[in-house]
């Protein structure tokens, strides 16, 4: 039963999730071809990256509703077909305004990636292995990465990156199709009436609750490298502060990646292992978090040894992998036909850190010679990361994390 839920429920979605992080890092490649071939600054390339999450910041609230109410199968068929269509209008797009309308359709194409299967996974599988599931789709999710550095890379001569996004839209019409002909629709509960103004009341009660507000932070910060940096300024970091060309540095992201896959894996069997074992729910996200901290620290020191920069980079895929865990264990305080409404709400706090200034406070420097950003930009902006991920895993670490959070009646 458990591998037949996997094939049917984890893989189609988790496919789903390769697409959302495929079309956040391939800006981390495109997006200097980009800057040169358009003229664009950091700010025009910092506008494309938030158009894509103001879009998925917003779809995240109405989302939580949608899941909940209709099930991971429907909201992410539609969902896919949109991203599809944002992925066309992009290759198509003749200037500016027009990536930045594509990167919006985009944003609410992906913005159910991971809600999707935390939602899916609550309602297929038992409680237990939720966390342990979820790290599996993650890192077959973290393949979309994968699928956007190295390959890229090297298809970006040949097919240009007008090509490159053809190409990504008919993965996700695939997609599509896969989810709505694999995954089952979600348990109906006999005997429950749902309201609209009922889902939305109670998403106003989530968002108010104690409970949420004294740990959800810290959940959300610690996916906010992976949005801020991986999906837009790793790519021109590498070149600007390590000094790396094209090649070696789809080569680091590509590496980074599978790192990610690893830590997705690891962090999501060892939270499902701490709960089982009794301890501290938030053990797990709030050690990784602490390792994000000092590893952004040794990142403001501006490494440039390509070795150096390639064990920075990897603890920090591993670290930063412990965020869907943090998720999963969130959801869980609140009960299970809440888990997309949580979800969401959550990763709304992750969108609005992940909406801080950096191309702003990169074009505060001069440009340099070679077209690029100042390193000392670079690490200002981490430093206020690292700041950020500081506050909130002191904060998850004195909170009080035993009992589960008082659920809440629908109506």
Same mark, same amino acid.
């Given at each position: 039963?458990? !591998?037949?839920?996997?094939?049917?429920?984890?893989?189609?979605?988790?496919?789903? *999730?390769?697409?959302?992080?495929?079309?956040?890092?391939?800006?981390?490649?495109?997006?200097?071809?980009?800057?040169?071939?358009?003229?664009?600054?950091?700010?025009?390339?910092?506008?494309?990256?938030?158009?894509?999450?103001?879009?998925?910041?917003?779809?995240?609230?109405?989302?939580?509703?949608?899941?909940?109410?209709?099930?991971?199968?429907?909201?992410?068929?539609?969902?896919?077909?949109?991203?599809?269509?944002?992925?066309?209008?992009?290759?198509?797009?003749?200037?500016?305004?027009?990536?930045?309308?594509?990167?919006?359709?985009?944003?609410?194409?992906?913005?159910?990636?991971?809600?999707?299967?935390?939602?899916?996974?609550?309602?297929?599988?038992?409680? !237990?292995?939720?966390?342990?599931?979820?790290?599996?789709? +993650?890192?077959?999710?973290?393949?979309?990465?994968?699928?956007?550095?190295? %390959?890229?890379?090297?298809?970006?001569?040949?097919?240009?990156?007008?090509?490159?996004?053809?190409?990504?839209?008919?993965?996700?019409?695939?997609?599509?199709?896969?989810?709505?002909? !694999?995954?089952? @629709?979600?348990?109906?509960?006999?005997?429950?009436?749902?309201?609209?103004?009922?889902?939305?009341?109670? +998403?106003?009660?989530?968002?108010?609750?104690?409970?949420?507000?004294?740990?959800?932070?810290?959940?959300?910060?610690?996916?906010?490298? *992976?949005?801020?940096?991986?999906?837009?300024?790793?790519?021109?970091?590498?070149?600007?502060?390590?000094?790396?060309?094209?090649?070696?540095?789809?080569?680091?992201?590509?590496?980074?990646?599978?790192?990610?896959?690893?830590?997705?894996?690891?962090?999501?069997?060892?939270?499902?292992?701490?709960?089982?074992?009794?301890?501290?729910?938030?053990?797990?996200?709030?050690?990784?978090?602490?390792?994000?901290?000092?590893?952004?620290?040794?990142?403001?020191?501006?490494?440039?040894?390509?070795?150096?920069?390639?064990?920075?980079?990897?603890?920090?895929?591993?670290?930063?992998?412990?965020?869907?865990?943090?998720?999963?264990?969130?959801?869980?305080?609140?009960? %299970?036909?809440?888990?997309?409404?949580?979800?969401?709400?959550?990763? +709304?706090?992750?969108?609005?850190?992940?909406?801080?200034?950096?191309?702003?406070?990169?074009?505060?420097? %001069?440009?340099?010679? !070679? @077209?690029?950003?100042?390193?000392?930009?670079?690490?200002?902006?981490?430093?206020?990361?690292?700041?950020?991920?500081?506050?909130?895993?002191?904060?998850?670490?004195?909170?009080?994390?035993?009992?589960?959070?008082?659920?809440?009646?629908?109506?």
């Amino acid at each position: 039963m458990f !591998s037949r839920l996997l094939v049917r429920v984890t893989f189609p979605l988790a496919a789903a *999730n390769v697409m959302n992080q495929a079309a956040r890092m391939v800006m981390a490649i495109v997006g200097p071809v980009l800057a040169i071939e358009l003229g664009l600054s950091a700010v025009e390339l910092g506008m494309l990256a938030a158009s894509l999450f103001a879009a998925y910041a917003a779809a995240q609230l109405p989302l939580g509703v949608a899941l909940d109410a209709f099930g991971a199968r429907r909201v992410q068929t539609v969902l896919m077909l949109l991203a599809a269509l944002g992925f066309a209008i992009f290759a198509l797009s003749p200037g500016f305004a027009g990536l930045v309308a594509a990167r919006i359709v985009l944003g609410v194409g992906i913005s159910a990636g991971l809600m999707a299967l935390i939602k899916a996974h609550a309602d297929w599988f038992e409680r !237990s292995r939720v966390a342990h599931v979820t790290g599996i789709a +993650t890192a077959i999710g973290a393949l979309g990465s994968a699928l956007t550095t190295s %390959p890229v890379q090297a298809l970006l001569p040949a097919l240009g990156w007008r090509g490159i996004f053809w190409g990504l839209s008919l993965l996700a019409l695939g997609v599509a199709a896969w989810i709505f002909l !694999s995954v089952p @629709d979600k348990p109906r509960v006999a005997g429950s009436v749902r309201t609209l103004r009922g889902d939305i009341a109670l +998403t106003g009660r989530i968002l108010v609750s104690r409970a949420f507000w004294r740990l959800g932070p810290a959940v959300a910060t610690l996916s906010l490298f *992976n949005f801020a940096y991986l999906g837009l300024w790793a790519g021109p970091w590498l070149r600007d502060v390590a000094g790396m060309d094209g090649p070696a540095r789809a080569g680091v992201l590509f590496v980074y990646t599978f790192a990610m896959i690893a830590g997705s894996v690891l962090t999501g069997s060892a939270a499902s292992r701490a709960t089982a074992a009794g301890l501290p729910s938030f053990i797990v996200p709030v050690v990784s978090l602490a390792g994000m901290v000092l590893l952004q620290m040794a990142l403001m020191l501006q490494p440039s040894q390509p070795s150096v920069v390639l064990v920075l980079w990897l603890a920090i895929a591993v670290c930063g992998a412990a965020g869907p865990a943090g998720y999963v264990v969130m959801a869980q305080m609140f009960p %299970p036909e809440q888990t997309g409404r949580v979800s969401t709400a959550v990763n +709304t706090l992750t969108l609005g850190f992940a909406f801080l200034a950096i191309g702003w406070i990169l074009d505060l420097w %001069p440009r340099t010679a !070679s @077209d690029g950003w100042d390193p000392d930009g670079y690490s200002w902006a981490l430093a206020l990361t690292a700041a950020l991920q500081a506050l909130a895993a002191l904060a998850m670490a004195t909170a009080h994390r035993r009992g589960r959070a008082a659920g809440f009646r629908e109506g």
